[in-house]
């Protein structure tokens, strides 16, 4: 995947308009726009669509897939279908069930995204002692896309480790959680980010000041 700016928009917005207002000042800069449960579940999975068409843009689908194996297979079709592009994939969850995942984009001629550990302080208690066995059951597995946390850089520089140079990783949490995009970028491909340029008051200026940073 090829993401101009070495930025990804998470659009975590639930209003139409807003999010095209946000569109409108950001895609110049971004090719690639992350869309969530917030903007989905608010608007319908005909945005994912409807933004591809009107913004000539990718979009990787953040579902953060976490089910058993068959159900998985059907949450990954059908939001493929829907027009995604690529798919967030749980890692916890275990092998079966991030190879039906696997399977179901290949078949697709899509990809998915393991996530490994998350940013927020929370995941330091269940997820953090199991990521680096996530990340390697990934590489184990022959995928080539991850998750993982631009708050906590060591963490971010061990999965890197785990996964080698020629995996492609990106990293949420720069902003407003803490992440430094300068930091990030030396172990990341590229950063999410959304509350910092979407509740910004001038997105556009935000934007270009995020990616003079890099
Ligand atoms: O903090 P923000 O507003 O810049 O948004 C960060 C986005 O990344 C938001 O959509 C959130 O749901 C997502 N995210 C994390 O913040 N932390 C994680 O560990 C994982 C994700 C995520 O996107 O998971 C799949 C990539």
């Known amino acids: 995947m ?6 990804i928009l998470a659009l975590d917005v639930e209003d139409k308009d807003e999010a095209y207002k946000i569109l409108d000042q950001t895609t110049p800069y971004l090719n690639t726009i992350k ?3 917030p903007i989905t579940l608010a ?9 591809k068409d009107d913004y000539n843009v990718q979009i990787i689908a953040d579902f953060k897939v976490a089910d058993i194996d068959a159900t998985n297979e059907k ?3 059908t939001t493929l279908n829907w027009g995604a592009d690529s798919i967030i994939v749980h890692g916890f969850t275990g092998d079966d069930s991030v190879l039906a995942a696997k399977n179901m984009a290949e078949k697709n001629n899509k990809e998915i995204f393991l996530l490994t550990e998350m940013s927020h302080p929370g995941a330091d208690r269940f997820l953090k002692p199991v990521a680096e066995e996530i990340a390697q059951m990934g590489v184990d597995m022959g995928i080539k896309n991850y998750v993982a946390p631009a708050t906590k850089t060591d963490r971010l520089a061990k999965i890197r480790e785990i996964v080698g140079d020629e995996a492609f990783i990106i990293s949420p949490g720069v902003g407003v959680q803490g992440g430094k995009i300068q930091d990030t970028l030396k172990y990341a491909d590229a950063a999410i980010i959304g509350r910092s340029i979407y509740n910004s008051d001038n997105p556009q200026q935000t934007l270009e000041d995020l990616i003079n940073m890099i």
């Open 2 to 7: 090829k993401v101009k700016n070495q930025i």
């Open 75 to 77: 949450i990954v079709n």
């Open 43 to 51: 608007l319908g999975p005909q945005i994912i669509q409807q933004i």
């Open 35 to 37: 869309i969530g449960y």
